[in-house]
């Protein structure tokens, strides 16, 4: 199948493709908590004459092809999203306090486009695609539960990718960058404090331990990591987002709450941070009588990018794609030499498990240039992405698996 049919059967596909984005933008569901969102996939993929498989707490798996032998190429879409309430300035807006402000509903929905385009052509298909629908990438925990359950056998993966939208990109919308061999993605852990002081009247703070105080110590110590222990060549953040305690001005309360996250891009870095945490938020806490207890609560690994598919799937989608649309952090790294931000990302992102048992590769996909009106960052409670891209997203899943699985007959 050429690259100019196959995209010109998804853009006939984008008006269903945007459809089924905007029923998930306005019906967001978090973690493993997908009912919705998971009965609309499987409704949505048995009515193309799939029979989805349920995997793990909440992910679905679709095979596509297998009627040729060959080898098996796996896609990934995630699908939930984030306990935001939505401010963006959109008619599809959600109303539940939750918000696809990651984009996960333009890759479920892009991935429902894919699995259109494969079942067209699903007697060419040299080998299989397993089309992975995830739950709580958010909370680094979906594909660890989807590979616990089963996902990477029966069959058994060979190589695998997953595109992930990026808004305010300085790049046309439907732009594809593909990551470079080696880690694109750091290691997350999320981690919580609990500083236990002992309450009391505000007037009288000497009757009591005040954790607040002891908190705020902390928070400036835990940075001196970064300033004083690490390296110059040891990238990582330590952020503390969450601070919560007391319900009165006039009360010093029992216990402050603290949470926070680590990103790094090496593992005896990762460990020594999460050692360190845990050291001087007991020795602060001590320091003002206090106590503090140290919990990581959820994380996973680096992405690493395998070098063999990294540079398949570059080939591929600059086959598939206009020229000047489809580039390798190499290439825009060469291009600007003097900056490295687009050599690895910020955010972390679970498919590194995947990474870690399977080669994989990590695609970026541009969708929304800030001078377009698409100024605000994932994340955001105004964030927004052009729906332009999503036929293009779907052409790029299909067509990617489809070229790996035909040169790896």
Same mark, same amino acid.
């Given at each position: 199948m050429s690259p100019?049919?196959?995209l010109k059967e998804a853009n006939n596909y984008q008006e269903k493709i945007?459809?089924?984005?905007? !029923?998930?933008?306005?019906?967001? *569901? /978090?973690?493993?908590?997908? /009912?919705?969102? +998971?009965?609309?996939?499987? +409704?949505?993929?048995?009515d193309m004459g799939y029979e989805p498989v349920e995997c793990g707490k909440a992910g679905l798996i679709v095979l596509a092809g297998g009627k040729k032998e060959g080898k098996v190429f796996m896609i990934r879409g995630d699908m939930d999203a984030l306990p935001i309430e939505e401010k963006a300035d959109v008619e599809f807006a959600s109303t539940n306090? &939750?918000?696809?402000?990651?984009?996960?509903?333009?890759? /479920? $929905?892009?991935?429902?486009? $894919?699995?259109?385009?494969?079942k067209e052509h699903e007697?060419?298909?040299?080998?299989t695609v397993k089309?992975?629908?995830?739950?709580? *990438?958010?909370?680094?925990?979906?594909?660890?539960?989807?590979?616990?359950?089963?996902?990477?056998? &029966?069959?058994?993966?060979? $190589?695998?990718m997953m595109i992930h939208v990026m808004a305010g990109m300085p790049f046309p919308a439907g732009t594809v960058v593909v990551s470079s061999p080696g880690v694109s993605a750091p290691a997350a852990d999320i981690f919580e404090i609990k500083i236990k002081g002992k309450g009391c009247h505000g007037s009288m703070p000497n009757a009591g331990i005040d954790p607040l105080n002891a908190a705020a110590h902390l928070l400036i110590a835990l940075q001196e990591i970064n300033t004083r222990e690490l390296g110059l060549g040891e990238q990582a953040v330590l952020t503390i987002g969450k601070m919560q305690a007391g319900t009165a001005a006039n009360v010093i309360p029992d216990e402050v709450v603290m949470g926070g996250s680590i990103r790094t891009f090496n593992e005896n870095t990762r460990a020594f941070i999460k050692k360190r945490l845990v050291e001087i938020s007991t020795g602060v806490a001590q320091t003002f009588r206090a106590e503090a207890e140290v919990s990581f /609560?959820?994380?996973?690994?680096?992405?690493?990018n395998d070098k063999d598919v990294s540079a398949a799937c570059e080939k !591929?989608? +600059?086959e598939l794609l206009a020229p000047g649309k489809a580039f390798s952090v190499a290439e825009l790294n060469a291009m600007a030499p003097s900056d490295d931000s687009s050599s690895k990302s910020a955010g972390s992102e679970d498919f590194a498990y995947v990474s870690q048992e399977v080669p994989a590769v990590m695609l970026a996909l541009a969708a929304g240039q800030p001078q377009k009106g698409y100024k605000y960052p994932q994340h955001h409670p105004m964030v927004k992405f052009d729906e332009d891209v999503l036929s293009v997203g779907s052409a790029v899943y299909a067509y990617l698996a489809l070229r790996w699985l035909e040169e790896h007959q």
């Open positions: 100019e049919q196959l945007r459809e089924e984005r905007r !029923y998930l933008h306005q019906h967001p *569901e /978090t973690g493993f908590g997908l /009912t919705e969102t +998971k009965a609309f996939v499987k +409704k949505e993929l048995q306090g &939750n918000m696809h402000a990651c984009g996960h509903d333009m890759h /479920t $929905a892009m991935m429902l486009g $894919a699995a259109r385009l494969l007697e060419e298909i040299p080998g089309l992975m629908f995830q739950p709580a *990438e958010e909370i680094f925990e979906g594909s660890h539960d989807m590979i616990e359950a089963g996902l990477l056998e &029966n069959p058994s993966v060979d $190589a695998a /609560t959820s994380g996973c690994p680096v992405l690493t !591929y989608a +600059k």
